[in-house]
């Protein structure tokens, strides 16, 4: 059965802002001069949410403040979908469904690329190249873990910037109410003496 994928994988500009975001002291109004510096705009769909250039989106808890500190960003660069027999019944039909859905989600951004024959092992690949993108800036990520205890496998790195965090990661997509799966950039505060996060508790830490 069809298993489709939405992605845009990070490239050297994203990875460089998001970098110099992580290395950043994140005082009051610190992350909200970045923003500005790196040309991201708000963009209204979420609270302090931001619209980047590349084609992301940030998705923030609370980002790009001016007066109080932010706690986290997420930046989601892939979804992935698993259709049921529901699906397989929809297409036979003739009907639309979550494949079309997907389909047409960021479809005005020609930087986000749809699969419709895809797997689990290219919604993986797409980790891995972020991965790989934030490697060559950052070097080999302090842990790289995995998460088993789920359905499905999910995989998770992890860098250290002073006192903040990168993870590049997978998790359930609660925008879509737990239909897809995606994978996403978080960065936010970790205090320098505290360990990572297991598999599972990052799954619990990245959903959006």
Known sequence: MTMPVNSCVPGPELVGHIVELARLEWTPGATAAAAERFGWVP???????????????VRPEWFGGPDDADTECLIPFCYYYEPDDFDAE???DGLSGNVDWLAEYHCEDPAWVFHRDADRSVFDGRWRAAVDAFGERLGEPETVVRDEKGDHPW????WRCG???VVVGQCVDNGSY???????IWVGPHPVDELFPTGEQFALRLEC
């Open 178 to 184: 737990m239909t897809f799966e995606q994978a996403l």
């Open 43 to 57: 963009d209204g769909s979420h609270t302090s949410s931001h619209a980047t250039n590349t084609g992301h989106y």
């Open 90 to 92: 929809l297409q036979a």
């Open 155 to 158: 995989n998770y790195a992890a």
């Open 163 to 165: 006192g903040n965090a």
